[in-house]
């Protein structure tokens, strides 16, 4: 298929974590009205973003995938005929955790999940505490409509991991977010991240010569104000759509899939990389050390 229609879901969340899930199997529901094939669903979206703290007990929001979430999810992507990329808490084993996201195909069918690579920690964003790193590498799923490649978050702001899951055929890169400001701060500074933010994504696109679709929460949660904004920007970095900063929204963008080659013919960065001199990548830092 040239076109898909992706549907974004930016919503605020509680700290019922059944109640958050029925929200957004009802917003879904909403969004295959207006046209949605694609769902994407923000990061962590069946609770409060808990990470604002180091809390034992909130490992107990954590489930199996696929488990509970995803086998209600499936039902209802078969029964729309939707694709839903959906992140999750997941419990891998007794005290083993990952920020992981679930893909369900159009049918309901599980393809699989990718596991956070990137963790961050920060104060109020203490993902160290309940992560472990992913492990099962870059992914790209070949859905009903697209070949759908998944990050998730912190993930946004490293160029490598855009690169080798558009290398694996990603007709666009979906990014579920959960990021915000500090409510102590000023407005230039609360400008200047969320350009930061955005225009790293828009570069991604750029270099890779496809499209983009960043989703994020939006509400006020423990002293920081998610910042919504999530948006879709094309191959060449225009935002197709821009959500607002602090109200829940329901959008269904058009991606012309085919325009990527178009792109990349006329940008050729994919030809003229000089995959012979990329060697020293993996070197934390090129100093006199790793010389």
Same mark, same amino acid.
């Given at each position: 298929?040239?076109?898909?229609?992706?549907?974004?879901?930016?919503?605020?969340?509680?700290?019922?974590?059944?109640?958050?899930?029925?929200?957004?199997?009802?917003?879904?529901?909403?969004?295959?009205?207006?046209?949605?094939?694609?769902?994407?669903?923000?990061?962590?979206?069946?609770?409060?973003?808990?990470?604002?703290?180091?809390?034992?007990?909130?490992?107990?929001?954590?489930? @199996? *995938?696929?488990?509970?979430?995803?086998? +209600?999810?499936? &039902?209802?992507?078969?029964?729309? $005929?939707? =694709?839903?990329?959906?992140?999750?808490?997941?419990?891998?084993?007794?005290?083993?955790?990952?920020?992981?996201?679930?893909?369900?195909?159009?049918?309901?069918?599980?393809?699989?999940?990718?596991?956070?690579?990137?963790?961050?920690?920060?104060?109020?964003?203490?993902?160290?505490?309940?992560?472990?790193?992913?492990?099962?590498?870059?992914?790209?799923?070949?859905?009903?409509?697209?070949?759908?490649?998944?990050?998730?978050?912190?993930?946004?702001?490293?160029?490598?991991?855009?690169?080798?899951?558009?290398?694996?055929?990603?007709?666009?890169?979906?990014?579920?977010?959960?990021?915000?400001?500090?409510?102590?701060?000023?407005?230039?500074?609360?400008?200047?991240?969320?350009?930061?933010?955005? @225009? *790293?994504?828009?570069?991604?696109?750029? +270099?890779?010569? &496809?499209?983009?679709?960043?989703? $994020?929460? =939006?509400?006020?949660?423990?002293?920081?104000?998610?910042?919504?904004?999530?948006?879709?920007?094309?191959?060449?970095?225009?935002?197709?759509?821009?959500?607002?900063?602090?109200?829940?929204?329901?959008?269904?963008?058009?991606?012309?899939?085919?325009?990527?080659?178009?792109?990349?013919?006329?940008?050729?960065?994919?030809?003229?990389?000089?995959?012979?001199?990329?060697?020293?990548?993996?070197?934390?830092?090129?100093?006199?050390?790793?010389?």
């Amino acid at each position: 298929m040239a076109k898909v229609q992706v549907g974004l879901v930016q919503m605020t969340c509680t700290s019922n974590k059944q109640e958050n899930l029925d929200k957004a199997i009802f917003k879904i529901r909403e969004i295959a009205v207006q046209g949605a094939q694609v769902v994407c669903l923000q990061e962590l979206f069946t609770s409060l973003y808990f990470c604002d703290e180091e809390n034992y007990d909130n490992f107990k929001l954590a489930e @199996t *995938i696929p488990g509970p979430s995803t086998d +209600a999810l499936s &039902i209802v992507a078969a029964e729309l $005929n939707v =694709v839903i990329v959906a992140s999750l808490f997941e419990k891998r084993a007794e005290g083993l955790y990952h920020n992981t996201t679930a893909v369900l195909d159009a049918d309901g069918t599980y393809l699989g999940k990718y596991r956070k690579m990137h963790i961050p920690d920060d104060p109020g964003f203490y993902e160290k505490f309940y992560f472990a790193p992913g492990d099962i590498g870059y992914k790209v799923f070949k859905t009903k409509y697209a070949k759908i490649g998944v990050l998730i978050c912190w993930d946004q702001w490293y160029p490598e991991a855009a690169r080798l899951t558009s290398l694996m055929g990603a007709d666009f890169l979906v990014y579920p977010t959960a990021i915000g400001w500090a409510t102590t701060q000023d407005l230039p500074t609360n400008r200047e991240q969320y350009n930061a933010w955005q @225009t *790293i994504q828009r570069s991604h696109a750029i +270099a890779n010569g &496809i499209p983009v679709v960043s989703v $994020n929460r =939006v509400g006020e949660e423990a002293g920081v104000e998610f910042w919504g904004g999530s948006f879709v920007s094309n191959p060449f970095g225009t935002i197709l759509y821009q959500a607002s900063h602090n109200e829940e929204e329901l959008k269904v963008v058009e991606i012309d899939m085919s325009k990527s080659d178009s792109y990349r013919t006329h940008w050729p960065f994919l030809r003229d990389r000089r995959i012979d001199s990329y060697s020293q990548i993996t070197k934390r830092y090129i100093d006199d050390e790793s010389i």
